[in-house]
């Protein structure tokens, strides 16, 4: 895609602290980390977000999460790390190329996840998730 900064990034147009490179996949540095060594790992073939990649990259995906989240973590002394990927602007998708973040993980480093809620009941729970069962099958 033409104005996709991550294609850009990909075809080596806009450098990048690249981390990690297979034949399906790319991993670097993100600019603005939530912690350093926070990276950015996405498919090279475009694609917006997880409904619309191709779910072979499911295994690819992972196997390349298990080799470079423990780097991140041992070069970063990092205690943990999160791996998530946002779809939707409102879900605070802002590039519109599938990107997963591994961010590395510091007792009390202050970077949030995200404000917990609650149901009202067992009964909302229940109904929710039969409403969901509905829509999947």
């Known amino acids: 895609m033409d104005d996709c900064i991550f294609c850009a990034i990909v075809q080596g147009k806009i450098p990048s602290a690249k981390v990690f ?3 399906k996949l790319y991993a ?4 603005n980390p939530a912690n350093k060594g926070h990276t950015l790992l996405i498919p090279k073939e475009h ?3 997880i409904l619309d990649v191709d779910p072979i990259i499911g295994k ?3 196997d390349a999460v298990q080799r470079i989240a423990p780097a991140i973590m041992h070069v970063t002394s990092a205690q943990g790390f999160n791996v998530f ?5 409102v879900a605070g998708q802002e590039i519109f190329h599938l990107h997963w973040h ?4 510091f007792e009390n480093d202050g970077v949030p996840l995200w404000k917990q809620g609650a149901y009202d009941s ?3 729970m229940n109904r929710l998730a039969a409403a969901i069962k509905v829509q999947i099958s």
């Open 85 to 89: 990927q946002n779809n939707g602007k």
């Open 21 to 23: 490179e297979s034949d």
């Open 47 to 49: 694609c917006t977000n």
């Open 102 to 105: 591994i961010i590395p993980r």
């Open 122 to 124: 067992q009964e909302e």
């Open 60 to 62: 690819e995906f992972l």
């Open 28 to 31: 670097f540095l993100d600019l």
